[in-house]
């Protein structure tokens, strides 16, 4: 059974830093096109981050966040720096086979169960 995990949410001040990790199980998702999205509260879920061949990053996050990924341990990661109160949410780590439409979460076969993000002004 496939399945992703996310860990690493927690409440921050802002300008902190947290990491998050997406631990899959279940097959290798070292080809597989790996996302971050976000869903504030009252808003539609949106596109973070993703890493196959190379990363993507929202222009809202560029140059603060970093995905990265380690093959052997079957985890991507979300490295988020210089944090702000607007990136409070719900934090969702997502998975394809396909490198195609990166940005949309239609796309993606699955989705581990979110880790919050809480950013204190």
């Known amino acids: 059974q496939v399945q992703l995990a996310e860990s690493g949410g927690g409440l921050v001040q802002a300008g902190g830093s947290l990491r998050l990790s997406c631990a899959a199980s279940g097959r290798s998702f070292s080809s597989y096109t790996m996302g971050w999205f976000r869903q504030a509260p009252g808003k539609e879920r949106e596109f973070v981050a993703a890493t196959r061949a190379t990363t993507y990053y929202a222009e809202a996050v560029k140059g603060r966040f970093t995905i990265s990924r380690d093959g052997a341990k079957n985890t991507v990661y979300l490295q988020m720096n210089s944090l702000k109160p607007e990136d409070t949410a719900v934090y969702y780590c997502?998975?394809?086979?396909?490198?195609?439409?990166?940005?949309?979460?239609?796309?993606?076969?699955?989705w581990g169960q979110g880790t919050q993000v809480t950013v204190s002004s």
């Open positions: 997502a998975a394809k086979s396909n490198p195609w439409r990166i940005f949309e979460i239609s796309t993606y076969d699955y």
